[in-house]
């Protein structure tokens, strides 16, 4: 199988991480690194996709969000607007997906499956809907509800950005925004649906296990700077 490096990388800024990824993939894309598969949190953030309604999908004021500590930033991912916060793993895979894996509809399917599997470890089922991307668990009584999300880039094959997977997160944040366009679904995390606490080293742990297995990678060298 081919190598994938795991970097957790503990809070990292989104500027911080936006350059990080910028160059991982000119240096995966000139083989001097393997697929790398970068794991983070960041402090309270809006990022605001290609769609060229995002901004609009805001419904604090910049007032708001200033006294929250919340930035904003546009990015080069697919979707529309989505919050990054602390209790949120998320993932940037820089893979080569030359020769085998160019499809960019298998790519973000095979996305949510991670998130599925880490659901299941947890005796959560989780799926997902037609015609919205990510993975949601349903409620019985408030209906389909988002537990991670996903936006990506890919630039001649080679992948960034990613997928944000609600482990502990504040869901009030989520009330800033129109979380990814979508009007009439909830959003939820790891530890509201089960009612336990959850920890995120473990959530990490997890999702690397389930990303290595499901694209096939060997993990050979894990990097923790948090």
Same mark, same amino acid.
């Given at each position: 199988?081919?190598?994938?490096?795991?970097?957790?990388?503990?809070?990292?800024?989104?500027?911080?991480?936006?350059?990080?990824?910028?160059? @991982?993939?000119?240096?995966?894309?000139?083989?001097?690194?393997?697929?790398?598969?970068?794991?983070?949190? +960041?402090?309270?953030?809006?990022?605001?996709?290609?769609?060229? $309604?995002?901004?609009? +999908?805001?419904?604090?004021?910049?007032?708001?969000?200033?006294?929250?500590?919340?930035?904003?930033?546009?990015?080069?991912?697919?979707?529309?607007?989505? !919050?990054?916060?602390?209790?949120?793993?998320?993932? !940037?895979?820089? @893979?080569?997906?030359?020769?085998?894996?160019? $499809?960019?509809?298998? !790519?973000?399917?095979?996305?949510?499956?991670?998130?599925?599997?880490?659901?299941?470890?947890?005796?959560?089922?989780?799926?997902?809907?037609?015609? @919205?991307?990510?993975?949601?668990?349903?409620?019985?009584?408030?209906?389909?509800?988002?537990?991670?999300?996903?936006?990506?880039?890919?630039?001649?094959?080679?992948?960034? +950005?990613?997928?944000?997977?609600?482990?502990?997160?504040?869901?009030? !944040?989520?009330? @800033?925004?129109?979380?990814?366009?979508?009007?009439?679904?909830?959003?939820?995390?790891?530890?509201?649906?089960?009612?336990?606490?959850?920890?995120?080293?473990?959530?990490?742990?997890?999702?690397?296990?389930?990303?290595?297995?499901?694209?096939?990678? $060997?993990?050979?060298?894990?990097?923790?700077?948090?």
């Amino acid at each position: 199988m081919r190598p994938l490096e795991v970097r957790r990388l503990g809070v990292v800024p989104y500027a911080e991480a936006l350059e990080l990824q910028k160059r @991982l993939v000119e240096e995966r894309r000139a083989g001097h690194i393997p697929d790398t598969l970068l794991l983070l949190q +960041h402090p309270h953030v809006l990022t605001v996709g290609v769609k060229k $309604d995002g901004r609009s +999908h805001i419904l604090a004021s910049t007032e708001r969000l200033e006294a929250l500590g919340v930035e904003v930033f546009d990015t080069g991912r697919g979707g529309d607007v989505t !919050y990054h916060g602390p209790g949120q793993v998320v993932g !940037y895979p820089i @893979l080569d997906l030359n020769p085998d894996r160019r $499809d960019v509809h298998r !790519y973000v399917r095979d996305i949510e499956e991670v998130m599925i599997r880490v659901c299941a470890r947890h005796g959560v089922e989780a799926g997902r809907i037609r015609g @919205l991307s990510g993975t949601w668990v349903t409620h019985l009584e408030r209906g389909p509800e988002k537990i991670g999300a996903i936006g990506v880039r890919i630039s001649r094959w080679i992948t960034s +950005h990613g997928f944000a997977f609600n482990v502990s997160t504040s869901l009030d !944040y989520f009330g @800033l925004i129109v979380p990814c366009g979508i009007t009439d679904r909830g959003v939820t995390s790891l530890e509201a649906v089960t009612g336990r606490p959850q920890a995120i080293p473990d959530a990490e742990t997890a999702l690397a296990d389930e990303f290595a297995a499901l694209f096939e990678r $060997d993990v050979t060298h894990s990097i923790s700077t948090s």
